[in-house]
């Protein structure tokens, strides 16, 4: 079970921290990732880490703004969110895969899925 949380509504150039907690396996088994939804458009690819977080991966629209990061010992991946601008408004989820292969950056890839948080960046 994956259980998103952090979400809300900032101005432009504010920060945000969104944190996913995972429960009922082994935390370090899973390479995790974020996706974001805004209203009228597909499901994107936001940033990815290995199970042992020493690879991470980014999309071109947040590199050098967000940072993902893991703390296995509380079974919890975060996504550092700053310098948010309007466009990054949407719903943001987090989702678990048993593998490290290649394709991070693809939904598909991802089994396990947690409810989205509310991400709202005002101009």
């Known amino acids: 079970q994956l259980q998103a949380s952090g979400g809300g509504l900032v101005q432009a150039g504010g920060s945000l921290r969104l944190s996913c907690a995972v429960s009922?396996?082994?935390?370090?088994?899973?390479?995790m990732g974020w996706f974001r939804q805004a209203p009228g458009k597909e499901r994107e690819f936001v940033a990815a880490?290995?199970?042992?977080?020493?690879?991470?991966y980014y999309a071109d629209s947040v590199k050098g703004r967000f940072t993902i990061s893991r703390d296995n010992a509380k079974n919890t991946v975060y996504l550092q969110m700053n310098n948010l601008k309007p466009e990054d408004t949407a719903v943001y989820c987090c989702?678990?895969?048993?593998?490290?292969?290649?394709?991070?950056?693809?939904?598909?890839?991802?089994?396990?899925w947690g409810q989205g948080t509310q991400v709202t960046v005002s101009s």
């Open positions: 989702a678990a895969r048993n593998s490290d292969y290649a394709g991070a950056q693809y939904d598909y890839r991802y089994a396990y």
């Open positions: 009922g396996r082994t935390f370090s088994i899973y390479a």
């Open positions: 880490l290995t199970r042992s977080g020493d690879a991470t």
